[in-house]
């Protein structure tokens, strides 16, 4: 995991996007062709009806996963989910 977390240049241009796959374990905003989410990318990602705050990491598997500030969950992520800038 990057230690280092930073704002991902097109979140902080939009209020939210869709993520879309991209590929194996790797998602895209807004459209597949979109930027790609990576590795330390601070985010908020709605899940049920609350905004999560945390991070993208790169998984064990090589995927792209969430993980929740708070208590440092993790939560993978599915095309179709909404993001926003944290």
């Known amino acids: 995991m990057s230690s280092v977390m930073y704002?991902?240049?097109?979140?902080?241009?939009?209020?939210?996007?869709?993520?879309y796959p991209t590929g194996y374990g790797h998602y895209a905003c807004g459209s597949p062709d979109g930027e790609e989410l990576c590795d330390g990318q601070a985010v908020n990602v709605l899940l049920g009806s609350?905004?999560?705050?945390?991070?993208?990491?790169?998984g064990r598997?090589?995927?792209?996963?969430?993980?929740?500030?708070?208590?440092?969950?993790?939560?993978?992520?599915?095309?179709?989910?909404k993001i926003r800038a944290n």
């Open 61 to 81: 598997s090589g995927d792209d996963v969430f993980v929740a500030m708070a208590d440092h969950t993790v939560c993978g992520l599915c095309g179709g989910m």
């Open 50 to 58: 609350v905004w999560i705050p945390g991070f993208i990491k790169l």
């Open 7 to 19: 704002d991902h240049p097109l979140l902080t241009r939009q209020r939210e996007w869709i993520i």
